[in-house]
């Protein structure tokens, strides 16, 4: 399947927590080149005032490589006050600002990109939903979401990173770019170094050898929530939250 950026007018980019567009740095560098109308909207906003600060400032940084001026980069997180790892608690709250932040006039030219629904993080799920059920009120079908981290993995580790999980695979789109530019540029994330370490490896892997990231187009009519896949999450191997109790809370959706 192949995607004509050239048709959308406006893009906008709903991450969940400041270092997240490290998972479509290809993709903003395309962006960046076809000259689309980008705007960044982050999500959540660190507890600590200082290193909230600190994190803004690193994505601002890496966003303004890719020609992202401060202008169309939101901090929608640091405004309606939803902290990093309780965006599940805040799904209305958002859902009702992002619907008045968007002209529903541009609909047809308009790109919607989050991260994937894949078990990684509550927050990634969280925002997936919102804004698939925002691209269901727009009826608006450009709605792609792409992978940051999964229990979807065969490798020796306790997850994988950058891939689409293996439910999912045949279903998404590779985007085909590389420059040496992009090879340290996670490393600038600094404030979030333990969570880069983790990740380098499969980004290298991405940037040197498979030489493409992925992403998915998601189905704005399928508004049933279900568990990601089989199995635990890596949310809940870590005991952060269990698939039910995030259920519970998403549901608030439907009442929309």
Not at 75 to 91: A, Q, R
Not at 173 to 179: A, D, E, L, V
Not at 214 to 239: D, S
Request: hydrophobic share 40%.
């Amino acid at each position: 399947m192949k995607i004509d950026f050239n048709k959308f007018k406006y893009i906008y980019i709903f991450l969940p927590h400041q270092d997240d567009e490290i998972g479509i740095i290809p993709l903003l560098d395309l962006f960046s080149i076809k000259k689309n109308n980008i705007k960044v909207v982050f999500c959540t906003k660190n507890e600590s005032s200082k290193k909230n600060l600190l994190r803004n400032l690193e994505s601002l940084k890496i966003l303004k490589k890719f020609n992202i001026v401060s202008n169309n980069v939101l901090f929608i997180g640091d405004k309606l006050n939803i902290l990093d790892g309780k965006l599940i608690n805040n799904t209305q709250k958002l859902f009702e600002y992002l619907k008045n932040l968007i002209p529903k006039n541009q609909n047809k030219i308009t790109l919607f990109l989050t991260t994937a629904y894949e078990g990684g993080h509550p927050d990634h799920d969280s925002l997936n939903l919102i804004i698939k059920f925002l691209a269901k009120n727009f009826n608006h079908d450009n709605f792609f979401s792409f992978p940051l981290y999964n229990s979807g993995t065969r490798l020796p580790f306790p997850y994988n990173a950058f891939t689409p999980h293996k439910t999912k695979k045949g279903n998404f789109i590779k985007i085909k770019k590389w420059n040496l530019k992009y090879l340290f540029l996670p490393l600038a994330y600094k404030t979030q170094i333990k969570t880069i370490i983790g990740l380098y490896p499969f980004y290298l892997y991405r940037i040197l050898f498979n030489r493409g990231f992925y992403i998915t187009r998601e189905l704005i009519n399928n508004t049933v929530i279900r568990k990601p896949h089989q199995g635990n999450l890596l949310y809940e191997k870590r005991k952060w939250l269990k698939y039910e109790e995030f259920e519970s809370k998403v549901k608030i959706l439907y009442q929309i």
